[in-house]
């Protein structure tokens, strides 16, 4: 199992186009995806839909983004989809008591979000104290938290989602940055002012929000894990947590700061979730987010044994499971085989990483 | 070793003495505790429950028990298990159907799913050992398509329609004691409403049990556990001593989806249906008693006893907090800070575990 | 003498076992003290103590006469303690200019006010270093992973340099490497010598030793045995005391 990859940089090389597709499969499978459903399912090629897949896709987008990080140091993040229920249940409980209290809308999503995103913070800090100072492995630690956190999500909302929110929640979250009405002028963030509702058809609409919201996301972390010391360091502990402490790396400092990094973005997707759906929603029992979340950026090219992963592979991994769920329910197939198409995919993508190393 | 057990101070023993059991300690003391704080825990049939509820768990986590001690996990034993029980649930009505008895259905049935269930165990083990596919990886993607096909198998809802016959065997108990009528062997009379009928040895937990027996055997006292623990310790070292890795790996994994599958199995007898994620939930829970028995997730320590006890520990806890009437999100809530604590506590007393449990087949 | 850095009485254990007993040693400046033992002699254990790795449970560290606290490894390194470990403790899944310059990457400003890696800088950097070796690296971009182990020497090697080591510490530098990759190294250990630097040089190798070496230390089950100028002993001498043979 571990015995060493032999291959040469120059034998690598040499198999030239091959390598450069097998590298990037899981674009080219998305993209092959993409053709054969614009075939086989009616109505896929479209906006509505895309903005559908959107729509689903955005908060694993997040889960999947701070996850890259955990896993580029050789940890795992089990709790991701348990802190995400979390915030969204507080955020939306916090939200219920502020608007009960006659605040306005604004200053109720606001304080709500706040909350929720502060609230993300804690199991990831306790994560990363366990895991760094404690040595308890990352499975096991982030495990705990996982039932932990599901246990108080439980707890505050008894098992049904938190309603009673402003109404503004969702239309801000499903809503779009620039909207643009012939006649009427346009606004960012609503819709010009005289618009009815029969005159939604003819309204132009720019970059839903989700999609922007991630997009600032995407942006900020490929800076961060691309570009600076920050992100060097996180691939130098993946890849030998001695070579970092040698090299003088605050390793124990470092770790907890990523796995508060990613509690923070799962505790973001809680929030944005009740932005999304106007409801706070705690995590079910066997959602696996987290297994999603994982998947996705295994897809993408991380390696579990850490010192690999791409963002931006992590973003295509998301994207490529997305349309394929889309994809194979447009287009009929029942659901059951779209487990059995995961399944297989997800063994596709180590077996190729295996064949073809990225060694330059 | 022996030099710093050596320098250990006495009270520094007694600490670790107790620390080295703390689980086995645990799992008295909350059991007192329910049988004091919990009316009607002290019961007889409150104690059966505990060990019939405990089923998935002690065979699941022995399961993990072996692919966690080889280095490796196994996410997939949880849907192996629902897989088992549609599986098993399709071919007993499939087999009566085409006319055979209720009883040889039964029979020829799980011993057919049993084979069945070994297929994903032998895909995990090949995924991992000959295509070096990580094991959280492998057994995911194994989690997904046994999912996808027993709900194939079963479009959507449940396999039912089961002989009465399964739910007596899946319900049923070795001996019965009816005051005034003396005891009866599996069945018993009919009796008139309010006599008390007291049920002794569930059927399902003699079967779980006679596998547990076995395969702890297989792991304590054979060559081949010792090349389990040998694996997981270094399979580098392991290779150069001339063990066939790769093969026993294949085992170990088909050997953790036929406890899985025998786990499925009884909840079908049990519950008279087969339900595609009707094993979901004990997953984790298996994960946190093989963690609690003190196995290591680096691999090479861990033993099934220990995973008895973790199993245990975990089953009277929630037949207890059930009892006692505490809602069940708090159980998540307790599972997550033992699971940390007894990692904790491992980390505290390194040396008394590794030469405990690591030298121990 | 006078040494650029000194060690007194250095106790270290792990748990019961103690690795270290009261050694104390020194190294000047352009001199190669090598030391040498038996396997778990405690080599390794005293170069990291030295090197922060490990925090001993007695003794003082002396550097350029004054006593110092090396609490981590980045105090030993802005001291100017370089170390080459016997396991080397590269980064694999990076490239060769990163592991040059791991934990102290060179930083530019994008758009005046964003830090950000300053590639172009670290990989000319890191190339004028290994000009001046003798063993040849194909790419500097490629990852340490597809490199030979004289190849990994010498990016640990150009590493310490780099970062103008006052003190070189090597852990057995020459056990992974050929015969011609060796004699490399140790001409290596020449030319740093000759610029000033103290070098402390752990090795099984005899002829190694003799050939550098102008102290030699012996330890022995965590202790110090014997302390030798080579030129007044001999490779017999030296045996008797790493396998403890002859009581002096
Ligand atoms: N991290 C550690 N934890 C516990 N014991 C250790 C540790 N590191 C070293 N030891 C023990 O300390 C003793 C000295 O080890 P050390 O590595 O210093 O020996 P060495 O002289 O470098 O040997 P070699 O020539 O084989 O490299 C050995 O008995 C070893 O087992
Ligand atoms: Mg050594």
């Known amino acids: 199992m571990s015995t060493e990859n032999t291959q040469t940089a120059a034998q690598v090389e040499r198999r030239g186009w091959v390598q450069i597709l097998a590298r990037n499969w899981a674009l080219a499978f998305l993209i092959l995806l993409f053709v054969v459903f614009s075939f086989t399912g009616k109505g896929f090629l479209g906006l509505t839909n895309f903005e559908n897949i959107l729509y689903l896709s955005t908060t694993f987008v997040f889960l999947a983004a701070s996850e890259t990080f955990v896993i580029i140091t050789g940890g795992i993040d089990l709790s991701v989809g348990f802190v995400m229920g979390l915030s969204s249940v507080l955020c939306a409980q916090v939200m219920q008591s502020v608007y009960a209290a006659h605040a306005s809308a604004a200053a109720t999503m606001v304080v709500g979000a706040l909350v929720g995103l502060v609230v993300g913070i804690a199991p990831g800090y306790v994560s990363g104290i366990l895991i760094s100072r404690y040595n308890v492995p990352p499975f096991i630690a982030t495990l705990g938290m996982s039932g932990i956190t599901n246990g108080i999500a439980l707890t505050i909302c008894q098992g049904f989602p938190v309603a009673g929110l402003p109404g503004d929640l969702v239309r801000l979250g499903n809503g779009y940055l620039f909207y643009s009405f012939p006649g009427k002028g346009s606004r960012f963030f609503g819709w010009p002012p005289g618009v009815t509702d029969s005159q939604v058809r003819e309204l132009t609409r720019i970059l839903p929000n989700g999609l922007l919201l991630w997009l600032v996301v995407i942006a900020i972390l490929l800076y961060v894990l691309k570009t600076t010391r920050f992100g060097q360091h996180t691939f130098a502990i993946g890849g030998s947590i001695e070579a970092a402490k040698r090299a003088g790396i605050d390793v124990r400092r470092h770790l907890v700061t990523i796995y508060v990094l990613s509690s923070f973005f799962a505790g973001m997707a809680g929030v944005y979730n009740v932005f999304q759906t106007g409801v706070g929603n705690f995590t079910p029992f066997n959602a696996s987010y987290e297994l999603f979340a994982i998947a996705a950026v295994v897809i993408g090219g991380a390696s579990l044994m850490g010192g690999k992963g791409s963002l931006v592979g992590s973003v295509i991994g998301v994207l490529l499971l997305a349309v394929l769920n889309n994809g194979l329910s447009i287009s009929g197939v029942a659901a059951f085989y779209r487990f059995i198409a995961v399944g297989i995919i997800l063994v596709i993508a180590v077996v190729i990483d295996q064949l073809f190393p990225d060694l330059l | ?361 | 003498m006078d040494y650029l850095i000194e060690v007194r009485n250095i106790v270290k254990r792990f748990g019961g076992l103690v690795a270290v007993n009261d050694v104390s040693m020194g190294v000047g400046r352009g001199e190669v003290v090598a030391v040498l033992g038996d396997n778990g002699a405690g080599k390794s254990t005293l170069i990291k103590v030295i090197s922060g790795v490990y925090a001993p449970e007695e003794g003082t560290i002396l550097f350029e006469g004054k006593p110092v606290r090396i609490a981590s490894p980045m105090d030993a390194l802005s001291l100017g303690i370089e170390t080459i470990y016997q396991d080397l403790a590269l980064a694999e899944n990076l490239n060769v200019y990163s592991n040059i310059f791991l934990g102290r990457e060179k930083t530019r400003k994008a758009a005046g006010i964003f830090p950000v890696l300053d590639h172009e800088y670290m990989h000319r950097e890191a190339a004028k270093v290994l000009d001046g070796l003798v063993i040849k690296i194909p790419s500097l971009r490629s990852k340490i992973k597809s490199l030979s182990g004289g190849q990994r020497q010498a990016v640990a090697i150009s590493r310490s340099i780099y970062w103008n080591a006052k003190i070189l510490i090597m852990d057995e530098p020459t056990a992974a490497l050929g015969v011609a990759q060796q004699s490399q190294v140790l001409e290596l250990v020449n030319t740093l010598k000759a610029r000033g630097i103290g070098i402390i040089l752990i090795s099984h190798t005899m002829f190694d030793v003799f050939k550098v070496a102008d102290r030699i230390v012996v330890m022995r089950r965590g202790r110090k045995v014997a302390e030798k100028i080579r030129t007044e002993t001999t490779p017999d001498e030296i045996v008797s005391y790493i396998v403890g043979a002859e009581a002096v």
């Open chain 2, 1 to 361: 070793m022996s030099d710093r057990q050596a320098a250990r101070p006495r009270t520094g023993r007694l600490v670790s003495f107790v620390g080295r059991r703390w689980a086995l300690l645990f799992l008295v003391a909350e059991a007192i505790a329910f049988c004091f704080i919990a009316r009607g825990f002290f019961t007889l049939d409150t104690f059966q429950l505990v060990f019939i509820a405990g089923v998935p768990l002690f065979l699941l986590g022995l399961a993990e028990t072996f692919v966690i001690i080889s280095g490796g996990i196994d996410l997939s034993v949880g849907f192996v298990f629902g897989f088992a029980s549609v599986v098993s649930a399709k071919l007993i009505v499939a087999l009566q159907g085409a006319g055979a008895s209720p009883g040889l259905a039964i029979l020829i049935g799980c011993a057919a799913t049993l084979l069945i269930g070994m297929i994903p165990g032998y895909f995990n083990g090949v995924l991992v050992a000959r295509l070096r596919v990580p094991p959280f990886i492998a057994t995911y993607s194994m989690l997904s398509v046994t999912y996808g096909i027993s709900e194939l198998l079963v479009e959507g809802s449940q396999a039912g329609n089961l002989p009465y016959l399964s739910s007596v065997i899946g319900t049923g108990f070795i001996a019965y004691f009816i005051p005034g009528h003396g005891f009866s062997f599996f069945t018993h009379e009919r009796v008139a409403r309010g006599t008390p009928v007291y049920s002794i040895i569930p059927l399902v937990v003699v079967a779980a049990f006679v596998f547990v027996a076995i395969f702890v055997f297989l792991l304590r006292m054979t060559k081949f556990g010792h090349h389990t623990y040998a694996i997981g310790g270094n399979p580098d070292a392991a290779v150069r001593s001339g063990i066939d890795v790769k093969a026993h790996l294949e085992r170990v994994y088909v050997i953790s989806a036929l406890l899985a599958t025998l786990a499925g199995i009884l909840y079908m007898l049990q519950f008279s249906q087969g339900k595609s994620d009707a094993g979901a939930s004990y997953l984790l829970d298996s994960i946190v008693a093989v963690v609690i028995g003190g196995a290591s997730l680096y691999g090479g320590v861990g033993t099934a006893g220990g995973t008895i006890i973790g199993a245990l520990l975990l089953s009277v806890l929630e037949t207890g907090l059930r009892v006692l009437g505490v809602a069940t999100f708090n159980i998540y809530i307790i599972v997550g800070i033992i699971l940390i604590i007894a990692v904790l506590i491992d980390q505290f007393f390194p040396e008394i575990t590794s030469s405990e449990s690591g030298a121990s087949p």
